[in-house]
């Protein structure tokens, strides 16, 4: 994780740039392994953002969630006395 | 600038039927404003003049013979680009895009406009995929705000934005995965309608994320935005997601009564953001006044983990985009806009786990919303935390602040963007108005009891001052 390399160096002045390092590493990772080959400037943005991106990815899992995952989610069970027939939703579109 | 340039759908109908305007002389004025300034304002990506004024004569000879086919009979349109429609190809504003994709084919909602007599004056620009942002190198026009050109008209549905607020057309179809059509709303100044997940098909719309994804109405006015709805919603069995909701009379529902409405104000997040401009706050806090004049209760809420929800939206999205596009990406790198293809690529970032934890986290969060949606008829908040930024700032800073508009995409209820009044810059402020699912009426009836004692909406920018561009 992220958090754990940046926490360990707090008082190594060093250690950002490793941090740095260690997050394009793990963008470079994700990338090659989703077979994209991405000149090296725009890795760097996706580098850039990483963390921050991350960071609210991590904070799903912080956060409440409902222990039920449904297949088919239904946003609009929740306002009503029982789950319409009529609404349902998140199956893919296709074009 | 001619009288018929800023007229509602709704005054242009009156006036098409008291036989004061045609069809074909407000056609031509729209598509003669548009030809002057497209270079300029980037509003449109194909203009179908010729199909046009053939619609507009149609229309014509149908009011000469007695023949109404409601509201939108005769009235100019625009379709987002990303929306399948006969006569005129889709792009996406992509490379990468089939040219063959939706040739020949009227996606429902586009068909059920035609049906209804609209005259349809070409396809709108996007930012690519509904996702990307403009890059002068790609073959595409950059998209400017009628407003101040120097700035962003937002996205991804720009062009039908810039072509309501500008005159280049009354109305038109957007469609919103994050606030594709409240983003443009508010930056140029006009009304647009994400409407309840389900409620207008999304068949032969080119996919962004498929468990966000909704087609809505932008217009200058909440009651523009109700005529277009009553055509554009209903079900249609080619969407898997299409809702069997009955199609309300919305336009009929707005009596300007709003007595007794419950107003929630959600303030943490939403009102208490250090990034919310005081100018845009005042303007929010100034129009929620006119509500409570007029009857409406306001009462300070909360929204629990808005923040958190805004993070599940765009993991949910990048994720939904990036299986779209991932044999693309992989293949024609290089095709997409050089902003579009960072943009998507992010989503190779979010694992598996991300994604099923997003979906887990969405179905709390649309609990939470059920229950502050019991004590409050609607929610009020901003639309953006700020004015229309900077054309020229940073590709994809829009990661970086907070957005108020993705939390609705999550849970799939209606929002509608209306203009509540101008900052000292002279850019448009704009407030945000949510309500329970399928709710479009309760909403459109708060957004026209204020368009009722307010004239944002009616504001036009300054484009007649612009120099014109030619190609």
């Known amino acids: 994780m992220i958090e754990v390399v940046s926490a360990s160096g707090a008082d190594d002045p060093a250690v950002p740039e490793r941090a740095d390092d260690r997050i394009a590493s793990i963008v470079q990772a994700l990338l090659s392994s989703a077979q994209l080959e991405i000149p090296d400037d725009e890795r760097d943005e996706i580098v850039r953002d990483y963390s921050l991106l991350r960071s609210q990815a991590d904070a799903l899992f912080a956060a409440p969630s409902d222990v039920q995952p449904a297949m088919r989610f239904n946003p609009f069970a929740p306002f009503l006395d029982r789950p319409p027939a009529d609404a349902s939703a998140d199956s893919a579109q296709t074009s | 600038m001619t009288a018929s340039d800023h007229l509602t759908i709704h005054e242009a109908g009156a006036q098409l039927r008291s036989g004061h305007l045609t069809s074909a002389e407000l056609t031509h004025t729209l598509l003669e404003r548009s030809r002057l300034f497209n270079e300029t304002l980037g509003a449109w990506v194909e203009i179908t003049a010729e199909a046009a004024m053939e619609q507009a004569t149609r229309a014509d000879a149908d009011f000469s013979s007695g023949v109404d086919r409601g509201p939108l009979q005769g009235i100019p349109l625009a379709v987002k680009d990303i929306v399948a429609m006969k006569g005129a190809p889709t792009t996406a504003n992509s490379r990468v895009l089939d040219p063959d994709w939706g040739s020949d084919t009227d996606a429902p909602v586009v068909a059920r406009l035609r049906e209804a007599g609209a005259v349809l004056l070409g396809k709108s620009t996007t930012m690519e995929f509904a996702m990307g942002e403009p890059d002068p190198s790609m073959p595409f026009r950059v998209p400017r705000n009628p407003w101040d050109i120097t700035k962003s008209p937002s996205g991804s549905s720009s062009g039908t934005g810039i072509a309501v607020a500008a005159g280049l057309a009354l109305g038109g179809v957007g469609t919103d995965t994050g606030g594709s059509v409240r983003g443009p709303a508010s930056a140029n100044g006009h009304t647009g309608l994400k409407v309840t997940f389900g409620r207008v098909p999304k068949s032969s719309v080119v996919p962004l994320a498929c468990s966000l994804d909704t087609v809505g109405p932008m217009a200058r006015s909440a009651h523009d935005c109700a005529l277009l709805l009553e055509s554009m919603a209903g079900y249609d069995p080619s969407d898997p997601d299409c809702a069997t909701v009955s199609v309300e009379a919305y336009s009929a529902a707005l009596d300007g009564q709003v007595e007794g409405l419950r107003i929630g104000l959600p303030i943490p997040y939403f009102f208490d953001h250090a990034d919310l401009d005081p100018q845009v706050l005042a303007g929010v806090l100034a129009c929620v006044d006119v509500l409570v004049d007029r009857g409406a209760i306001s009462v300070n809420t909360e929204v629990p983990h808005a923040h958190t929800a805004m993070g599940a ?59 502050v949606l019991r004590c409050h008829d609607v929610l009020i908040t901003p639309t953006t935390p700020t004015t229309a930024s900077d054309a020229e700032s940073e590709p994809n800073a829009w990661l970086q602040g907070p957005s108020f508009l993705g939390q609705w995409n999550l849970v799939g209820l209606p929002a509608v963007a209306v203009p509540a009044g101008f900052a000292a810059s002279g850019l448009p402020i704009s407030l945000q108005i949510i309500g329970r699912p399928f709710a479009e009426s309760t909403i459109l009836k708060l957004a026209d009891a204020l368009q009722r004692v307010t004239s944002h909406h009616l504001a036009v920018p300054p484009v007649d001052h612009l120099e014109v561009i030619t190609a």
């Open chain 2, 313 to 371: 939206n765009r993991v949910i999205m990048m994720s939904e985009a990036y299986s779209y596009h991932r044999n693309n990406l992989v293949a024609r790198w290089s095709d997409y806009g050089r902003y579009t293809r960072t943009a998507i690529a992010r989503g190779a970032t979010f694992s598996a786990g991300d994604l099923a934890q997003a979906y887990r986290f969405r179905r709390f969060f649309a609990s939470e919303v059920a229950e």
